[in-house]
């Protein structure tokens, strides 16, 4: 945020708003958790934020030590942003809100849930169990095209989630961003494409207890 716009306060709070408190900037961080992204990825994860908004926003983060551009190496050579160390400081921030904000349920407008914010519900409230055997998934939301693919690793210690897909995985899930958002804490796999193993996605699913009011990151 520019300084003539900041809070001129000193303490920690206002120096981090400074930094983070422009509309959209932290969903733009929360778009980045799970690794980099093109400026139309960002615009497709934000689809009501204006291309003018997402640029400020990408530029004064980047300004602040909060985000980075790169190129992929090639055959890609896509020109991509991604979080610093420092910027991935902010994930327990961004999570620790979006946990708080489920105490309060969400209005009517508040409907879209972008792939990146379903999957990291995945990762925050997967519940582990050192008895439940590890397993891998592909999940596939096809309301999001290609950047709805993503794989996910559960381990008695957690879930990981990531873009890269496991090239073998033990179950490969085929739904919509609303179905599987319904489908947190349930063992019913009534209307979800499965191939591979249904009991993998069955202990996914039942692992993954979001708080109530059913809000996610």
């Given at each position: ?114 792939a990146d914010s379903a999957m990291l ?46 090239e073998a995985p033990d179950a490969v ?45």
């Amino acid at each position: 945020m520019p300084a003539q716009r900041g809070y001129r306060q000193a303490c920690g709070v206002a120096r981090g708003l400074d930094i983070v408190g422009e509309r959209w900037s932290l969903l733009v961080v929360r778009e980045l958790l799970l690794g980099p992204k093109r400026f139309t990825d960002l615009q497709q994860a934000l689809p009501t934020a204006s291309p003018n908004a997402l640029s400020d926003r990408l530029r004064e983060l980047t300004d602040a030590g909060v985000v980075v551009r790169r190129q992929l190496p090639p055959p890609s050579g896509a020109r991509v942003y991604e979080l610093t160390a420092w910027g991935r400081g902010l994930e327990p921030i961004v999570i620790a809100l979006g946990t708080w904000a489920l105490a309060a349920p969400p209005t009517a407008e508040q409907r879209f849930v972008s792939a990146d914010s379903a999957m990291l519900a995945i990762r925050t409230y997967f519940v582990p169990a050192p008895e439940r055997p590890a397993a891998t998934l592909r999940i596939e939301l096809r309301d999001h095209g290609p950047a709805g693919v993503f794989g996910v690793r559960c381990t008695p210690a957690g879930a990981e989630v990531g873009h890269e897909p496991p090239e073998a995985p033990d179950a490969v899930l085929i739904t919509t961003t609303d179905a599987l958002l319904a489908a947190f804490g349930a063992e019913d796999l009534t209307g979800l494409t499965i191939v591979g193993d249904p009991e993998t996605v069955q202990r996914m699913l039942v692992a993954v207890r979001v708080p109530a009011h059913g809000g996610y990151a």
